[in-house]
C-alpha cells in the first residue's frame, strides 16, 4: 500500500467558548507543572484523556472534542472552578513576594543564560541534572519573586528518546517537536492595521557571507519569561536551520554556532524583548555553564559601538565583567566545551563582533597557563575572564573547582581564588508527591505547608510514616510494571512472554533507586563488580532488596551504553528479573513516581567527580534515605542519620582495585546496616550469622522511621531551591548589582577608571618585588601569645601603596616550608624611602606552638575588585 506523507504539518489550536477561555491561560503559563490544583483542574475535564494526553494541558484542550467543550462550558460549577484557578495565577502572578521586600539594592533583573532548562516533560528541552537545575532555578525564582528572565534556545528534537534493543543495547529516536503544539507563544511585533505583528528576528552573520536566523518562543514559568531562540525558520539555508535541531546532537562547527547563538543571538532576543515590554534592562547576567559564556562579548560589543560613547576594550571588559556572574558545573576538564582557538577566529572574523578585536577574543579563552594548551579555546576559562563572581555547585565542588582552575591564577594559594560556591537545591512544589504534602496539610493546616515547616515531620506517627512509604513504594511498583512491559515490547517481546512483568517487585521489600545520566564515573555497574552477591542480597530469604535502575548515555558514549548492556542483560536473568529492573527513557514523568517510591537513594559516583548530584535530594524531601559516596552535595550533608556514607578507597588503588574496595563496602552496608534496619532487625557480626526469625521483626521498624523524620526535618529547608535561590540573590545577585550600577554611573566612569589602572597595574607588576622582610621582638625562645613586628621592604615600580595591599600570611610550617591553617594580617605603609621603595610594617600575635612560619605578599588593591585574588596578580616574598 503506498504511503501518502503531508507536505507541510501545523498544530490547530482549540478555540475554547468563552466562560471556560482561561483555560488556555492556564494550559500556557507552566505554573500548572508544578501548582497541584491546577493540574487537578485540568485532570478533571476528561480524566481519561488527561491520562492518555500524558498530562500536558495543551494536548488535553486540543482532544477534546467542541460538543465537550461546549458541555464543560455549561457547566456552572466547572466554570466556577476554572475562573478561580484563573484569579488565583493573576494573584500568584502580581502580589509581592520574597524579593519584593529586599529593598532598592536588589537588582531589578537578572538575566539567566542557560543551554538546557528542565520545567516539566512536556517541554522536553533537558537532558540531566543541569537542565534540570536550570528549571528549577526558574520555578523557585517565580514562586520567590525574583525578577528573573531565562534565555536558552529551542530544540527541534530536544534530548533524544531512549529504548533498548533485543541485545540490551541503546537506541536513540529523535521525535521532532511542533512548537505550535507545546506551550510556547512566538514573539512578535505589535500589530499593525489588524493584521498579525512580524515574528522578532534575530541575526548573526556566519563564515561566507551566509547568516543565521532565529525567531524567538516565550515560554511562561510562572513570573519568570524563558526565551527560547530557533533557528528552524524558512529565511535559514538548510544547515542554518538545522543548527537548534538537537540538545548536545553535534560537535566542532555545529556545537560552537548553538553556543554563538545561545549567547550573542541571547542578548539580542533579550533586548527587542526588553523594548517590546518595556521589561528593565538586566543589570545581572547569569551564566550558567560556559555553553552561554558568548553573552560576554555580545555585551562588550555592544559597549564598543556605542553611538553615542563608545567604550575601549578594557572599559567595556570592565564594565560587562562587573555585572556577570559564571555557575561552573563539572567538575572534570573532559566536561567542558573546548574549540581549536582557529575555528573561533573564523568565525569571528565574519563580523559577529565587528567592534571588538578578534585576538582580545581569543585571549580569553586561550589556555595560557601551565598544563593548559594555548592553541585551545576554553568555554570555561573565557567564562571565568569575562565574569567578577564565580561559583561551584557544592562546597566539595568548589574546592575541586578552585584546584581545577588554579592555573589562571598563579603563585595564590588555592583557598584564595575566587570561585566560592553555592550549593545547588531542588524545587520542592516540583519533586514532592501530593501524598506528602497532603499528609502535611491534613495534619498541620495549609499555613504549615506553606511556611514550609519541615520540623513538624516529628510530630507524624510512625505507623503514619510507615503506611505512607508502603504507599509510595506501591504506586512506583505499578508504574515499574507498565513501563516495563512496554520497554519488553519495544525490545521485540509478545504479550503471552510478559506475563512475568504483572509481579515484579514486591511492595513490602526495600526497594533501593539509582537514575542518572550515565558516563563512566557515575559507575551504574559498581553494584555487578561481583554479581553473586548482588544476587544473594536480591533473593536474601530474610532481608532482601529490589532495585530499580534508569539512565540515559549519550549518544556517542559507548563505554556508558557498554554500561547500560551489561547491567540489563543482569537484569534480564529469569532467576532476579522480579527484583532488579532497568527502565528506558528516564525523564522528568518517570522521576516524580521514582524519587517517592524508593527507600534508598544510590549514588556511587568517583570522588570527587559528582559536582552536585541533586536527584538524592529529591530523593530525600520524600522521605527517602541516602545511600552515597561523600561527593557533590551528601559531603557537606550527611550526618550519620539521614542515610549512609560509603567509603572511598583512599590507598592510592588502582582504578580496578578501587572498584573492587568500594563495591565490596557497599554490599557490606546493604548486607549489615540497610536491610537489617529496614526490616527492623539485626544481623549479628560474624560470618555464618543465622537470620532472625519474622516474630524478632517489629511492625514498624522505628529506627528506620526516626531516620526518615530526621531526613525531613533536616534536610528539607537545606536542600530546597528557595534556600538556593536566597544564596544566589544575597551573595552573588545584589553584590554583582551593585558592582554593575557603580560600573556604569555617570557615563561609565569607574569602569573606565579601573580599566586605566589595571593596565597601569599590568605594565608595573613585572618589578614589583619584596626585597627584604625582617621581624623585631621574638626572643630566642618564643611562646604563644608574642608579638611579632613584621617589616617588609617592598619596590613598587612607580606603583604608590594605594595601589597594593601587602600582607603578611602565617600559621603552621610544614616540612616543606609550606604554611597550614592560615592567618592574614594587612600591613601599613610607613615610610617612602625613595626610588620607589616602600616600608610596610605591622605586628602578628603567635597564635600556636610548635612548627611557625611566616610570608610576606603584594596584591594590587582597588575598590572596584571582588577579591584580592581577582586580577591573578601576586608577588611572593
Same mark, same amino acid.
Given at each position: ?8 504539518? &501545523?498544530?490547530?489550536?482549540? @478555540? /475554547? *467558548?468563552?466562560?471556560?477561555?482561561? +483555560?488556555?491561560? %492556564? =494550559? ?88 538546557? &532548562?528542565?520545567?516539566?516533560? @512536556? /517541554? *522536553?528541552?533537558?537532558?540531566?541534572? +543541569?537542565?534540570? %537545575? =536550570? ?743
Amino acid at each position: 500500500m503506498a504511503l501518502v506523507k503531508a507536505i507541510r504539518r &501545523f498544530t490547530v489550536r482549540t @478555540v /475554547l *467558548p468563552e466562560p471556560i477561555r482561561p +483555560l488556555a491561560r %492556564l =494550559a500556557t503559563n507552566l505554573r500548572w507543572s508544578w501548582h497541584r490544583p491546577t493540574r487537578e483542574l485540568f485532570a478533571s475535564l476528561n480524566p481519561a484523556l488527561w491520562e492518555e494526553s500524558q498530562h500536558d494541558p495543551i494536548a488535553l484542550l486540543g482532544s477534546i472534542s467542541r460538543e465537550q467543550l461546549q458541555d464543560l462550558a455549561n457547566d456552572g460549577e466547572l466554570v466556577n472552578r476554572v475562573q478561580g484557578a484563573a484569579a488565583d495565577l493573576d494573584r500568584y502572578l502580581s502580589e509581592p513576594r520574597w524579593y519584593q521586600g529586599l529593598g532598592e539594592d536588589a537588582p531589578a533583573c537578572i538575566a539567566y543564560f542557560s543551554p538546557e &532548562f528542565g520545567i516539566t516533560e @512536556v /517541554l *522536553p528541552q533537558y537532558s540531566g541534572g +543541569l537542565g534540570i %537545575l =536550570a528549571g528549577d532555578h526558574l520555578k523557585a525564582a517565580s514562586d520567590l519573586g525574583v525578577p528573573l528572565i531565562g534565555v536558552g534556545l529551542l530544540y527541534q528534537a530536544g534530548y533524544f528518546k531512549q529504548s533498548l534493543s533485543r541485545d540490551a543495547w541503546q537506541q536513540e529516536t529523535y521525535p521532532v517537536l511542533d512548537p505550535d503544539g507545546l506551550p510556547l507563544t512566538l514573539l512578535r511585533h505589535p500589530a499593525k492595521d489588524g493584521a498579525q505583528g512580524k515574528p522578532v528576528h534575530i541575526s548573526l552573520p556566519l563564515p561566507n557571507g551566509r547568516e543565521l536566523h532565529a525567531h524567538v518562543w516565550r515560554a511562561d514559568v510562572g513570573r519568570v519569561p524563558l526565551l527560547l531562540l530557533d533557528s528552524n525558520v524558512p529565511s535559514n539555508d538548510e544547515a542554518a536551520r538545522g543548527i537548534t535541531d538537537r540538545l548536545y546532537g553535534g560537535g566542532g562547527d555545529h556545537r560552537l554556532q548553538q553556543e554563538l547563538l545561545l549567547g550573542m543571538g541571547g542578548v539580542k532576543a533579550l533586548r527587542v524583548y526588553q523594548e517590546l515590554t518595556g521589561t528593565p534592562a538586566p543589570e545581572v547576567f547569569h551564566t550558567n555553564e560556559g555553553h552561554a559564556g558568548f553573552l560576554g562579548i555580545e555585551r562588550i560589543q555592544e559597549a564598543m559601538s556605542d553611538a553615542h560613547e563608545p567604550l575601549s576594550w578594557d572599559e567595556a571588559l570592565a564594565a560587562g565583567r562587573a555585572s556577570t556572574v559564571f555557575t561552573t558545573h563539572t567538575p572534570v576538564p573532559a566536561g567542558i566545551d573546548r574549540f581549536e582557538t582557529v575555528q573561533i577566529k573564523h568565525f569571528f572574523e565574519a563580523g559577529l563582533a565587528p567592534a571588538v578585536p578578534t585576538e582580545r577574543i581569543l585571549e580569553l579563552g586561550r589556555e595560557n597557563f601551565d598544563g593548559g594548551n594555548p592553541s585551545v579555546f576554553n568555554m570555561a576559562v573565557m567564562g571565568l575572564r569575562l565574569a567578577q563572581r564565580a561559583n561551584g555547585v557544592a562546597k566539595l565542588h568548589g574546592v575541586v573547582s578552585r584546584e581545577m582552575f588554579a592555573g589562571l591564577w598563579p603563585g595564590f594559594d588555592h583557598s584564595e581564588i575566587p570561585i566560592t560556591s553555592v550549593t545547588n537545591g531542588v524545587h520542592v512544589p516540583t519533586w514532592v508527591d501530593p501524598r506528602i504534602s497532603s499528609l502535611a496539610r491534613n495534619q498541620f493546616g495549609a499555613e504549615a505547608e506553606a511556611l514550609g515547616r519541615w520540623d513538624l515531620a516529628y510530630n507524624v506517627s510512625d505507623e503514619d510514616v510507615w503506611a505512607l512509604r508502603r504507599e509510595l513504594r506501591a504506586q512506583l511498583i505499578d508504574d515499574v510494571r507498565r513501563r516495563l512491559r512496554a520497554s519488553w515490547k519495544k525490545r521485540g517481546a509478545a504479550d503471552a512472554e510478559l506475563g512475568w512483568t504483572d509481579s515484579v517487585l514486591d511492595p513490602d521489600v526495600l526497594t533501593i533507586g539509582f537514575a542518572r545520566r550515565v558516563p563512566t564515573y557515575k559507575r551504574l555497574t559498581l553494584m555487578l563488580r561481583d554479581p553473586a552477591r548482588l544476587k544473594a542480597l536480591l533473593l536474601d530469604p530474610k532481608h532482601p532488596i529490589q532495585l530499580v535502575i534508569a539512565g540515559k548515555s549519550h549518544p556517542a558514549d559507548d563505554a556508558g551504553k557498554k554500561m547500560i548492556q551489561d547491567l540489563v542483560k543482569f537484569t534480564d536473568d529469569p532467576q532476579v528479573r522480579h527484583r532488579i529492573v532497568f527502565l528506558p527513557n528516564y525523564d522528568i514523568a518517570m522521576a516524580r513516581t521514582l524519587f517517592p517510591g524508593c527507600d534508598v537513594w544510590l549514588n556511587n559516583p568517583l570522588r570527587p567527580l559528582e559536582a552536585c548530584g541533586t536527584s538524592g535530594m529529591k530523593a530525600a524531601i520524600n522521605g527517602s534515605l541516602n545511600l552515597s559516596v561523600l561527593d557533590g552535595w551528601w559531603d557537606e550533608m550527611y550526618d550519620g542519620e539521614n542515610g549512609w556514607a560509603i567509603p572511598t578507597a583512599n590507598n592510592n588503588a588502582s582504578s580496578e582495585e578501587r572498584d573492587d574496595i568500594e563495591a565490596s563496602a557497599l554490599y557490606e552496608l546493604l548486607e549489615t546496616q540497610v536491610a537489617p534496619r529496614f526490616y527492623g532487625t539485626t544481623v549479628a557480626q560474624g560470618a555464618g550469622a543465622a537470620g532472625p526469625s519474622e516474630s524478632s521483626r517489629e511492625t514498624v521498624p522505628t529506627h528506620w522511621v526516626s531516620m526518615i523524620k530526621h531526613t525531613l526535618a533536616n534536610l528539607g529547608p537545606a536542600v530546597s531551591a528557595e534556600r538556593m535561590l536566597h544564596d544566589y540573590v544575597n551573595n552573588l545577585y545584589c553584590p554583582a548589582a551593585v558592582s554593575g550600577r557603580r560600573a556604569v554611573a555617570e557615563s561609565f566612569k569607574e569602569a573606565k577608571e579601573l580599566a586605566a589602572w589595571t593596565s597601569k597595574v599590568r605594565s608595573a607588576w613585572p618589578g614589583v618585588v619584596v626585597e627584604h622582610v625582617d621581624s623585631v621582638g621574638v626572643s630566642e625562645e618564643p611562646q604563644v601569645g608574642d608579638t611579632l613586628q613584621v617589616n617588609a621592604y617592598v619596590a613598587l615600580n612607580n606603583l604608590t601603596p594605594d595601589d597594593v595591599s601587602v600582607e603578611v600570611a602565617f600559621g603552621r610550617a610544614e616540612d616543606t616550608d609550606e604554611l597550614e591553617d592560615i592567618v592574614v594580617a594587612e600591613l601599613d605603609s610607613l615610610e617612602d624611602l625613595g626610588g620607589g621603595r616602600h616600608l610596610f610594617s605591622g605586628s602578628l600575635v603567635i597564635n600556636r606552638s610548635g612548627s611557625f612560619g611566616y610570608t610576606v605578599r603584594v596584591f594590587p588593591k582597588h575598590s572596584a575588585l571582588a577579591s584580592k585574588a581577582e586580577l591573578g596578580l601576586i608577588a611572593n616574598a
